[in-house]
């Protein structure tokens, strides 16, 4: 177990365990050891907290009471999704209650004529994809882990994916929000409207805000109609580096793909090996891929765009280009482009920094990053969304020893990069969050003023710091 030093929160008492239960019933308040073991971790590195209860309830009137109850006894409530996240916003790494949002699992309205759909944040990011996809419409944000991660989680970190390049990330699509506020009061954001210049945006304030202002139980979100066609290629580099800087020369010859993505060697090596896909023939010489789509509803200009991006890459050294030829490919293609963290996770100890920077700057940044694991010895995979600067970098442990990776010499390497990061106009996370493991890196993208600003807004939303706290801001 891992141990930190937080502000004191009080313990939950039997008396106040039987008003949870009367609130939810007795069913959905989990105390047993493997129930609290399942819910006290979730995919960042092998941090474990156990709250101390496991609550589920069903209504905002039920989290209203619940948040009531532990503003009155100060005690530390953390939301919790599919436990998908990679920076420890969803650990309760001060016991208390977490807050499981699993049963608000419904798509409660598809609306055609509209555009929208209310759904509430227990819903599986990949399943909303699906249903409105029946109705011949388009949620595009697309995380990695689509396939399990809950809309309510990708609310909290303002998550993207590979078609956010082209659509925009998951603020882009959020119009209203129904929100539990740490007091207990239920409200609604904004409108149900594509235009609002009415007050502060509490909604988009919402939006990345990790579960700490509040907690959302109603989604209202746009869509788009559903493209008729997708293409994609694979293309091989023989260079890192040309790999990174063909990236901005397809926007900047005006193609606007809906999703370019970066694979570092290794990467793909791993992912390859780790779902036993051959679809790529990874030659000696090859150090890295770009996986370019397009989509649409012309099919002919499609196939024209895809030539010209192709013939584009050809000025670099790249191998042979492969187009996906059926949807099992690109289906195949695309599984080992979200595998990739899983892989080398399985592959070797690491740690995965979600760096972001104006995508002509991703040259720099990796060239960056290779010269600071030179001179602290350690090797990293670069991945990503590259089209829009999104770069995901696994730092592997390797031959560092334990004291290294976890003190503070490998925190002085992170902080370097991060610090590459913010001189090149970026910063310390796209799409991840700050959550837990980030946040003493803060002050390298933010100013006191500005962080004693944010740290006000928290404040003022949670006057006692009983919703998610220590994620964000190392300090209030």
């Known amino acids: 177990m891992n141990k930190l030093k937080h502000m004191s929160y009080n313990k939950l008492t039997p008396a106040i365990l039987q008003q949870l239960k009367a609130i939810v019933g007795d069913s959905n308040v989990l105390v047993d050891t493997d129930n609290l073991k399942n819910y006290g971790h979730d995919e960042t590195e092998q941090l474990v907290f156990l709250p101390e209860v496991v609550v589920k309830p069903r209504t905002a009137q039920e989290i209203s009471l619940i948040l009531k109850l532990a503003n009155e ?3 530390a409530v953390t939301p919790r999704g599919a436990g998908t996240g990679l920076a420890g916003g969803a650990l309760a790494i001060n016991a208390g209650i977490s807050l499981s949002m699993e049963r608000f699992n419904q798509v409660l309205e598809i609306d055609k004529r509209n555009l929208q759909a209310t759904v509430e944040p227990g819903v599986i990011n990949e399943a909303f994809q699906n249903a409105v996809k029946e109705e011949g419409l388009f949620y595009p944000p697309d995380p990695a882990s689509k396939g399990s991660c809950f809309l309510g989680g990708n609310i909290a970190h303002g998550s993207g994916g590979p078609k956010c390049v082209k659509y925009g990330t998951t603020k882009d699509y959020i119009l209203n929000l129904e929100v539990v506020l740490p007091t207990g009061e239920i409200i609604m954001t904004g409108a149900n409207t594509l235009k609002n210049s009415t007050g502060y945006n509490l909604t988009q304030l919402m939006v990345g805000s990790e579960g700490t202002l509040g907690v959302v139980t109603k989604i209202i979100v746009r869509l ?24 901005s020369e397809v926007f900047r010859a005006g193609f606007t793909p809906s999703a370019l993505e970066l694979m570092e060697r290794d990467a793909l090596d791993w992912v390859s090996k780790h779902v036993e896909s051959s679809v790529v023939k990874l030659e000696d010489d090859i150090q890295a891929h770009l996986l370019i789509e397009v989509d649409g509803n012309d099919l002919d200009t499609m196939m024209k765009e895809m030539e010209q991006i192709a013939e584009l890459m050809s000025k670099y050294n790249v191998s042979e280009v492969l187009f996906a030829d059926s949807a099992a490919q690109k289906i195949e293609l695309w599984k080992l482009r979200r595998k990739i963290n899983e892989a080398v996770k399985m592959n070797a100890i690491s740690k995965e920094q979600d760096t972001v920077v104006p995508r002509a700057e991703l040259p720099k940044l990796v060239r960056g990053v290779k010269e600071v694991g030179s001179r602290y010895n350690f090797k990293s995979v670069c991945y990503g969304h590259a089209g829009d600067g999104n770069l995901h970098i696994r730092l592997i442990k390797g031959d560092l020893t334990d004291e290294q990776w976890d003190g503070d010499y490998i925190k002085k390497a992170i902080a370097e990069i991060f610090t590459i990061c913010k001189n090149l106009g970026g910063t310390i996370s796209g799409e991840h969050g700050i959550g837990l493991i980030q946040q003493e890196f803060m002050g390298i993208v933010f100013s006191d003023k500005a962080l004693d600003i944010q740290r006000a807004i928290k404040k003022a939303f949670d006057p006692n710091n009983i919703l998610n706290p220590g994620k964000i801001f190392s300090k209030l």
């Open 224 to 247: 788009l109609p559903l493209p008729k066609h997708d293409l994609l290629m694979l293309v091989p580099f023989l260079d890192l580096d040309e790999a990174c800087a063909a990236v």
């Open 73 to 75: 006894h100060l005690i």
